[in-house]
């Protein structure tokens, strides 16, 4: 059976002759990303037998959660081979402008490793820098509303008594 391959980039963020370049690029951002997964990063490691514990002990029993973080030797090796795909995607000479999209998502790499070497270290100051950088800080007005909308819930009425 002939596999037809289709193609989902318009032609005009792509230069054809650029096409093996450009998949290359975009290996090498997808194992980073796959190596800076935050969530398998930070699942604690004994997340279950934490959860076994504090339910046989009905809530009175303080989990203590295990990670298992990169060494140190792996996160100077990842934030080399980030810093070396910067350079590769900010001084690139591909023309596509897709690379330019590439280099955004190298930026936001080299948060997450930030971030994660933060918790590796548990400094939180620079844990909540780098959460307000990928995710963006509260919004204290949109706080606010929540807690309105909950005051709100709670005096509802539910099958004709009041909660």
Known sequence: MEQ?????????VVVESELAALHQLDDKVDLSHRRLNLTTKL????????????????????PVFSYD??????MI???EE???LKEETS???LKSPLVKLFDEKVDELLIRHQLLEAYRKQEYSKIE????????DFDEELVKLSKEKIAM?????????SI
């Open 4 to 12: 037809k391959t289709i193609n989902i980039l318009k032609p005009e």
């Open 43 to 62: 699942r604690p490691i004994n997340y279950f037998d934490e959860l076994d514990n504090f339910i046989s002990w009905k809530g009175n029993y303080a």
């Open 69 to 74: 973080f990169p060494s140190e030797k792996k």
């Open 77 to 79: 090796k990842r934030k």
């Open 82 to 84: 980030l810093l070396l």
């Open 91 to 93: 001084g690139s000479t």
């Open 129 to 136: 820098e780098g959460n307000i950088l990928l995710r963006g």
């Open 153 to 161: 819930e709670e005096k509802k009425e539910l099958l004709g008594g």
